[in-house]
């Protein structure tokens, strides 16, 4: 059953409302409880499709959440949600893995797909390329013509079958929605309901572990998920946003441990834009009710390239997502996003622009003092980036011969 | 306490016995169970340092184990173990976090070293730079002077004092154990015992998840390890060999889970090499009783050159392990290697060359007889690979206008 948060109808299929509003599922939160362990298919309670016996699917989630004194700010407490370590190096493996398994089933009952789709050049393509492979699935990849080589390679190498499109590649979207029944094709795009369900595991990962204190003790010995002593739940979320589809994942994921009674406080959700393309946190500082579509020419270059999407589809459900939780929109510019890229990898971690942008935002926060020095805040780095290091600036390695090497290391060799 | 695998001498400290053997660390397996989940940490009473509070080293393994049927070698049955969605991407993390605490907490008594080392220009160099950086650790890393610069820039975002050594680059292992101690840094190079006391909880978490049939089961329900319906303990585990650190460190493994009671009929260890440089698959095959260095000009080129080592210092350790359990060591090709890699992208599965080398391997063994139709058989696919896509070969892409995407999806427009 999928419904619209909107105005509350109810549909058997689609993806979009009559009120022009994106659908995600409903779920019976009554009495669910938190499993003992990470992972998508821990949470098959509150999602619309059966766990897949074994394979790739299975591998998505169980991320580590790190908590990380060296990326605190003003004495605001970090801890990081290394969406990275997913099997294709992204948080997209949530919603593939859902989405595909889904479009296997023949969830949400627009029958029985050839193959499943997405439109992306990104994290996405590569992601539903891999776990289509995994279920032995076709897949049709929607790429804008002008893709590059190293991303085309990137997704090539899964074995979809790769459509580069000649014109307006925001439009595809809908395109792709429009054409996927007919053409037998499940397009699992990037705030498509099954994929959502996937990818609000993310949170209720993090909101798990808090509960169990598994972000709480720091004792290394609970998996993965180890952090300074904490709260039963953390004080905010804080994820980029693109389309709105992760953002309203996070959302769903609040709203049902909350309407399970798994969570008494529930965290704020912060959503953080590139400068550079900002619909929804220009939407959030103006008041807007709903987040309009920017002129792609007032789309400037980025760092955070991957996240710079004008008409979000879900832009208006991540505006209601801010603005429910406390929390709010907002945008950093390319220099803020480089400093803060590098300060993740002085702490250790890897992590793309896109990324990067949560600990710009979170220092934006703490300046106009929305959150507080004390309080527990979660990144959560979608993804590790494949392309270039981490902006490391220039290497300043120096050069001794190996009979040098014993001075070098400060050693006396007499 | 360190222990030689080869005299069985003892020592409090160091790196290599009397008998020019690497040492590892002594445990007690006695009444050791097995963990309720994975993780490097949750083996804690088989290592010789305490879990660290939280951070980076606690998000180290964990990794799944995914059953690949379309990875299947006539009917052998394939499972994956996935060590790339390890923090930095490589098994190596595991080795480094441990390497990290325990330089922290001066084990094994070598005292209170300033600083980290390493000597790698791959993904042992990133893995300690980052786990350095998580802890707030100085860290050296001492790479050959002819570096690539995008090795290079991986490497210095996490911001290590990096070396460039002029010289002869295979003599810089022993060269840094040589200084380390004077120098105050802690050099955790490919087979010190702290990595290899890391290394093995790859095989231990293989092992448990076969016992507690979170690999047997496939109901996707238990974490991320899943796959077909299996036995107790997998038929063979196939690691790539370089060093022979991580050979060593399953063997390691299996040889605790055994004497622990654990594991009644253990897995046999197949060690695969790149055919351009395979000195511990030579010995093997000769039947020789220690692996004997070739010369630098004896080594070709290869796909494979994360694992092309001339000079293994744990290589007749892990000679040992391939005749103790009944495995092999042989080596492969750079075409079958590049054909495996593909395999594995076109499964889902993007793991780079050295990894490849696995199934490459695995369909040797089927061909020979050595590997039989229904065994399950672990392929441990080390690393993501950072550098390329998965060779995919030509990209037949095709290029459509928007106006005839209805068209090249099968839609009839009219």
Same mark, same amino acid.
């Given at each position: 059953?999928?419904?619209?948060?909107?105005?509350?109808?109810?549909?058997?299929?689609?993806?979009?409302?009559?009120? %022009?509003?994106? +659908?995600?599922?409903?779920? /019976?939160?009554?009495?669910?409880?938190?499993?003992?362990?990470?992972?998508?298919?821990?949470?098959?309670?509150?999602?619309?499709?059966?766990?897949?016996?074994?394979?790739?699917?299975?591998?998505?989630?169980?991320?580590?959440?790190?908590?990380?004194?060296?990326?605190?700010?003003?004495? $605001?407490?970090?801890?990081?949600? &290394?969406?990275?370590?997913?099997?294709?190096? *992204?948080?997209? =493996?949530?919603?593939?893995?859902?989405?595909?398994? %889904?479009?296997?089933?023949?969830?949400? #009952?627009?029958?029985?797909?050839?193959?499943?789709?997405?439109?992306?050049?990104?994290?996405?393509?590569?992601?539903?390329?891999?776990?289509?492979?995994?279920?032995?699935?076709?897949?049709?990849?929607?790429?804008?013509?002008?893709?590059?080589?190293?991303?085309?390679?990137?997704?090539?190498?899964?074995?979809?079958?790769?459509?580069?499109? /000649?014109?307006?590649?925001?439009?595809?979207?809908?395109?792709? &929605?429009? &054409?996927?029944?007919?053409?037998?094709?499940?397009?699992?795009? *990037?705030?498509?309901?099954?994929?959502?369900?996937?990818?609000?595991?993310?949170? +209720?990962?993090?909101?798990?572990?808090?509960?169990?204190?598994?972000?709480?003790?720091? /004792?290394?010995?609970?998996?993965?998920?180890?952090?300074?002593?904490?709260?039963?739940?953390?004080?905010?979320?804080?994820?980029?946003? *693109?389309?709105?589809?992760?953002?309203?994942?996070?959302?769903?994921?609040?709203?049902?441990?909350?309407?399970?009674?798994?969570?008494?406080?529930?965290?704020?959700?912060?959503?953080?834009?590139?400068?550079?393309?900002?619909?929804?946190?220009?939407?959030?500082?103006?008041?807007?009710?709903?987040?309009?579509?920017?002129?792609?020419?007032?789309?400037?270059?980025?760092?955070?390239? *991957?996240?710079?999407?004008?008409?979000?589809?879900? %832009?208006?459900?991540?505006?209601?997502?801010?603005? =429910?939780?406390? %929390?709010?929109?907002?945008?950093?510019?390319?220099?803020?996003?480089?400093?803060?890229?590098?300060?993740?990898?002085?702490?250790?971690?890897?992590?793309?622009?896109?990324?990067?942008?949560?600990?710009?935002? &979170?220092?934006?926060?703490?300046?106009?003092?929305?959150?507080?020095?004390?309080?527990?805040?979660?990144?959560?780095?979608? #993804?590790?980036?494949?392309?270039?290091? #981490?902006?490391?600036?220039?290497?300043?390695?120096?050069?001794?011969?190996?009979?040098?090497?014993? $001075?070098?290391?400060?050693?006396?060799?007499?």
């Amino acid at each position: 059953m999928l419904v619209c948060y909107a105005c509350g109808r109810r549909h058997g299929s689609g993806q979009r409302c009559d009120c %022009g509003e994106p +659908l995600w599922f409903g779920t /019976d939160p009554d009495g669910v409880e938190w499993p003992d362990r990470d992972g998508v298919w821990a949470f098959a309670d509150l999602l619309p499709v059966d766990p897949p016996r074994g394979g790739l699917a299975a591998a998505a989630g169980a991320t580590p959440l790190v908590r990380a004194p060296g990326l605190d700010v003003d004495d $605001a407490r970090v801890h990081v949600k &290394l969406e990275g370590t997913n099997p294709t190096g *992204s948080f997209k =493996d949530r919603g593939s893995a859902v989405g595909v398994a %889904g479009a296997v089933a023949g969830v949400p #009952g627009d029958g029985d797909p050839d193959a499943v789709g997405t439109v992306s050049h990104g994290n996405m393509a590569a992601s539903m390329a891999a776990h289509a492979a995994g279920h032995d699935l076709d897949c049709v990849v929607l790429v804008p013509a002008d893709i590059s080589d190293s991303r085309l390679d990137r997704i090539a190498s899964y074995g979809p079958r790769i459509v580069r499109v /000649d014109g307006d590649y925001g439009r595809l979207y809908h395109d792709a &929605l429009a &054409l996927g029944p007919e053409a037998g094709v499940e397009f699992v795009n *990037s705030d498509s309901p099954l994929r959502v369900a996937g990818q609000k595991t993310t949170a +209720l990962e993090v909101l798990r572990a808090f509960a169990a204190g598994d972000a709480g003790g720091g /004792d290394g010995g609970a998996g993965r998920a180890t952090a300074a002593a904490g709260p039963d739940a953390p004080d905010a979320v804080v994820v980029p946003v *693109s389309s709105g589809g992760h953002a309203s994942a996070a959302w769903k994921a609040v709203r049902e441990a909350t309407a399970a009674g798994l969570v008494d406080d529930p965290p704020r959700l912060y959503l953080v834009q590139t400068a550079a393309c900002a619909p929804v946190a220009g939407a959030f500082e103006r008041g807007d009710d709903a987040v309009t579509r920017l002129d792609r020419e007032a789309v400037g270059e980025t760092v955070a390239y *991957s996240i710079a999407n004008p008409d979000p589809p879900s %832009g208006t459900r991540a505006l209601a997502a801010a603005r =429910d939780t406390g %929390g709010a929109a907002l945008a950093v510019d390319d220099d803020a996003i480089r400093a803060a890229r590098r300060r993740f990898a002085r702490a250790g971690m890897r992590v793309e622009a896109a990324s990067a942008t949560t600990l710009a935002g &979170l220092r934006r926060l703490r300046e106009r003092g929305e959150v507080d020095a004390g309080e527990h805040v979660v990144l959560v780095a979608t #993804g590790v980036g494949y392309g270039g290091g #981490g902006d490391a600036g220039p290497t300043d390695a120096e050069t001794v011969t190996r009979a040098d090497l014993a $001075a070098a290391l400060g050693v006396d060799d007499g």
